[in-house]
C-alpha cells in the first residue's frame, strides 16, 4: 500500500462481519503511500450496508434466499447511501476536477455526521 500515492478514501462498517476493518480498512487506511488520504467508518454496520436494497435487487432474496444484505442492524441504507454518495461526490470533484467547495466540504472540521467516524489527512 505504501506504493500507492493517489488520493484515496477508503470506506468501511466497523462490525463488517465479511470484510473485517482490522484485517482490511484499517491496514490499508494506515500503509497508504498518499499524501491525501481519507477514512470513512459507518459505526455499528455491517457488510451489508454497501449493497442496493432489495426492491433494485429482488432476485437477491428470491433467488438464493438472501434476505440478510437487505438491511443493516444499525443503520437506514438509504441514510446511509445518500452520506456514501454525498462523501464519494465531494472526493471525485475535489480530486478530478479541484472543485473548492467538494475540498472544504472534506475537511475533518466538515464531516460530522452521527455514527460516521471520518479521518483524514486533507487540509
Known sequence: MASLIVPTMVFTSSRD???IPEHGAYPIY???GSAVK???VF???DHPLYSDACE????VVDTFDLFWL????VWDKDRAHDLINHLITAFLLDTLKG????HAAL????????GITYDTTMK
Open 56 to 59: 433494485v435487487e429482488p432476485w
Open 70 to 73: 437487505c438491511a443493516d442492524p
Open 38 to 40: 481519507s477514512l470513512v
Open 30 to 32: 494506515e500503509h497508504l
Open 17 to 19: 462481519t465479511i470484510n
Open 107 to 114: 475537511l475533518a472540521e466538515n464531516v460530522s455526521f452521527p
Open 43 to 45: 459505526e455499528g454496520a
Open 99 to 102: 472543485d473548492e467547495a467538494a
